[in-house]
């Protein structure tokens, strides 16, 4: 009916005969805490809003080397680049990765290729 095992139903029985109605009461999970606190993340989050060039950086766009460095030289904490991607997506930001357009894709240069080049071969 709840889609529960039944080991689980008899764990909370016992829970709630041992604690009683204070066996409901819902605790977050246990986990290691975060390196940066709500406000760094909410200024690291202001920061990647904007451009990289306002912090100090040369690039026209943000990618995760870039964001370590700023939060190393900010706020003296050192993140993995590889888990960077996961805690900006938890701050909500979306990873976008450039695409790369290839010469041959432009039709004008295909057309031009074909009236000059291809009949000489």
């Known amino acids: 009916m709840l889609g529960l095992g039944e ?5 909370y ?32 989050a ?3 809003k904007g451009r990289p060039q306002d912090s100090g950086d040369t690039s026209g766009c943000w990618n995760t080397p870039m964001i370590q460095d700023l939060i190393w030289r900010e706020f003296g904490v050192e993140y993995n680049p ?8 938890n701050m909500g930001f979306a990873y976008q990765k450039a695409r790369f357009v290839s010469d041959h ?11 000059t080049r291809r009949p000489k071969i």
Not at 7 to 11: A, G, L, M, Y
Not at 13 to 18: A, E, H, I, S, V
């Open 82 to 89: 590889h888990y960077l991607a996961t805690l900006l997506k």
């Open 46 to 48: 202001a920061w990647v």
């Open 7 to 11: 080991q689980t139903v008899r764990d």
């Open 13 to 44: 029985r016992n829970q709630y005969l041992f604690k009683g109605m204070a066996s409901f009461v819902y605790k977050s999970p246990p986990g290691r805490p975060s390196k940066l606190t709500k406000t760094q993340r909410q200024q690291l």
């Open 105 to 115: 894709l432009n039709e004008a240069k295909r057309l031009e290729w074909r009236r």
